[in-house]
């Protein structure tokens, strides 16, 4: 190291010790991207939940935003898993991660998301990468003009410290003596080694032979700068999207012969003279993610390139080599792929890759996310600029018929059976192991569309029925997205667009089933506009459960009061068992003899003693057979039967009918976040016998 006062080049010298330093402190990093989309998944939160029945892992980083990914949880874990055990140097290291799928299931998304992650995660100082450049190469003489050259391929200045001798002793005692690095960190380091680039290889000799091999004067010629992180340069992270046959080709991808260079440079044999930028792997290689999207819609001779660059993870022209350290991630749709294993001599590429087939999103209660997404969280209007009102049943509507596509049949369970246990809710009888099973057994079939969620509405498809609801003059004139509205939309996008008349019929009946399922949602939302409040019902199903729980208590007096310690509120309530209404309740559930109403009371409680102690606000109404009964019995003994109220709604003749009617209008406009429109058109639809399950 030269003293403080010494001149300007030599003071140079100092910017790469400078950076082995820094290293060294842990105030700079080392590490291979792998290594670092792995610490930054796993240095965040990360939670166990339960799936279908089997208990895995929710990695919080991709939980956050204002757009996140929205369930995905198994392909999380595999791609976690699959950088996890690449950082850690296992066979991922040599091998892509690529998401199979159906069309509009969330590849692209979850890939570009990654991304922006990456990218602000690589922004933060601890983690910044770094590169250099050969500065002053005007001196070298038969460079022309060119005065600064930066590494093509953004190598970090580590790289090129291991690299500085042609001999490894030389190098690791300059990593001891400069960086102060200890053989164990010097082991550790080289863990990371790779030959330098072809043409930063090339042009460090000729710096050497133009020193006579003077380490301090050759430092001279290093500057070393941060890799720049700018989005639209496709640095750090690059996306590669599928061309058509004629304008696709391996310059998209690895670069080629740049004339401008070869006007300045006399050495014909200086592999500089390609210009690795001009591809988009060489703007990620410094420890970034390159993005393939729809690999195998590429030409052979561009997927023949891709085995190369995944296998030897290098950039190789006319037999010059760039060795590069990149992630690689690429998507495909089912079609796409199926034709190209077809192709029996594509094997070897199929082999590189880590293949993660991508199911839609089977949990309701999650798709209400991704519906929303579809729906835009700006405020809408209509044609005319009017403000335009969103039904507050149209998000579940919507949720229901495209999960409901998504579901294959079973023998072992019905459409809403399967649905209910893939949101984790309860299903009469049945429990989860049962979907465990079903989605098991689909499993073994090799054709992967006809595994659990692989076919139906894509998220495409759901936006598509949304954007019909959003044009249509009914909803531009009563200024609403009405719910029911959108079962003709989705079912006008079934018939446009799904090609397959198996599928077709299909998708058609789970429309009539999600129409049924909008139907009872309607019957409890009447009933809570009868009662003036919106959560009527919801006291009424709790009010059952407390029942069925106090009505064998010890300290239970004559006159059937229970005094028990609300777990929400944590105060104490007294309760009057009423076992009219218990049994009515039960009657309507069909449980007729003693042995079979005990016998639901016993799951009721099992269920009231599993959930409340993890969630406090648990309140039963994903039980939709219990929540139908206590709808029912309620409606029966306060307004003698639906059969009456629809009457009454539907005949306002008289008086007493009208101002039941306008009362339920005023509670559904101010408690229940309904408009006029809607809550017209629900009441009216109410009146109908139409969708009765």
């Known amino acids: 190291m030269t003293s403080p006062k010494s001149s300007k080049p030599n003071q140079r010298n100092s910017a790469l010790n400078h950076h082995l330093t820094a290293v060294k402190e842990g105030s700079r990093r080392f590490e291979n991207a792998f290594q670092g989309v792995a610490r930054m998944i796993l240095d965040d939160e990360i939670e166990k939940v339960v799936v279908n029945g089997k208990t895995t892992y929710d ?29 850690e140097g296992g066979s991922s290291k040599e091998m892509a991660f690529v998401l199979v799928g159906e069309p509009g299931n969330g590849k692209t998304f979850f890939v570009e998301l990654l991304c922006a992650k990456y990218r602000a995660f690589i922004s933060r100082d601890e983690n910044r990468r770094y590169t250099f450049r050969f500065i002053n190469m005007d001196k070298l003489g038969h460079y022309g003009r060119i005065t600064t050259i930066e590494s093509q391929t953004y190598e970090d200045p580590m790289i090129l410290a291991m690299n500085l001798f042609e001999e490894r002793d030389r190098n690791t005692a300059y990593l001891a003596e ?54 639209s340069l496709g640095t750090v992270t690059g996306k590669y999207p599928a061309k058509d046959k004629i304008t696709s080709s391996a310059v998209d991808l690895l670069g080629e012969e740049s ?32 993005f393939s999207d ?33 992630l690689i991630i690429a998507t495909s749709n089912n079609s796409e792929f199926n034709r190209f294993l077809a192709e029996k001599e594509e094997a070897p590429i199929v082999d590189r890759c880590r293949i993660c087939y991508v199911s839609h999103n089977t949990n309701y209660r999650m798709q209400e996310g991704l519906t929303a997404y579809a729906i835009g969280s700006e405020a809408k209007t209509t044609l005319t600029k009017e ?58 079939d090799p054709d992967i569309t006809k595994r659990f969620g692989q076919k139906g509405m894509g998220h495409r498809n759901l936006g598509r029925a949304i954007q019909l609801l959003g044009e249509s003059s009914e909803t531009n004139e009563g200024r609403c997205m009405v719910a029911y509205d959108v079962f003709k939309t989705v079912e006008r996008v079934v018939l446009d667009y799904v090609v397959d008349a198996n599928e077709r019929a ?23 506009a009868y009662m003036d409040e919106p959560f009527a019902i919801r006291k009424d199903v709790m009010n059952y459960v407390n029942m069925i729980i106090g009505i064998d208590a010890e300290n239970l007096g004559p006159d059937k009061m229970w ?13 009057k068992i009423d076992e009219r209404y218990v049994k009515s309740v039960e009657e309507r559930i069909g449980l007729k003899t003693e042995e079979q109403r005990e016998s639901f009371r016993t799951s009721i409680r099992k ?56 009362r339920m209008i005023t509670t559904m406009l101010n408690k229940l976040g309904y408009c006029r429109t809607c809550a017209q058109k629900t009441i009216e639809y109410f009146c109908t016998q139409e969708d009765e399950a």
């Open 178 to 231: 400069h960086g102060g690095f200890t053989d164990g960190e010097i082991e550790k380091l080289y863990e990371n080694y790779r030959p330098m680039g072809a043409c930063s290889g090339y042009i460090w000799n000729d710096i050497r032979t133009f020193t006579d091999g003077d380490i301090n004067e050759m430092l001279s010629f290093i500057e070393i700068i941060p890799v720049p992180l700018s989005e």
């Open 294 to 326: 729809e690999i195998f819609k590429n030409k052979k001779d561009l997927v023949q390139v891709y085995l190369g660059v995944i296998q030897n993870r290098a950039i190789e022209i006319d037999g010059y080599k760039w060795p590069i350290d990149t």
């Open 59 to 87: 990695f919080k980083i991709f939980r956050t935003g204002k757009k996140h990914t929205i369930g995905m949880y198994d392909e999380i874990n595999s791609f976690v898993s699959f950088a996890k055990d690449s950082a």
């Open 387 to 444: 403000a335009l009102h969103q039904d507050p049943n149209l998000n579940y509507a919507a949720s229901v018929a495209v999960v409901l596509t998504r579901l294959p049949r079973s023998e072992k369970l019905t459409p809403i059976e399967t649905m209910k246990l893939a949101a984790g809710e309860v299903a009469g009888e049945k429990s989860i192991k049962t979907l465990a099973e079903v989605i098991d057994t689909l499993s073994q």
């Open 607 to 662: 269920i009231y003693g599993q959930r409340i102690s993890v969630d406090p606000n648990y309140d039963f109404m994903d039980n939709l057979e219990l929540v139908k009964a206590v709808t029912d019995v309620r409606l029966k003994s306060d307004i003698a039967g639906a059969g009456s109220l629809i009457g009454a709604l539907a005949n306002r003749t008289n008086e007493e009918n009208q101002k039941l009617y306008d």
């Open 506 to 528: 299909k998708y058609l009946d789970d429309l009539k089933i999600a129409k049924g399922m909008y139907r009872e949602r309607i019957m409890t939302e009447m009933f809570n």
């Open 563 to 575: 005094k028990y310690k609300d777990p929400q509120s944590g105060e104490l309530k007294a309760l």
């Open 259 to 290: 004339i401008q260079r070869l006007l300045h440079i006399t050495d014909t044999n200086n592999p500089y003279r390609f210009d690795l930028r001009r591809g988009a792997l060489a703007r990620v290689a410094g420890g970034g993610i390159h």
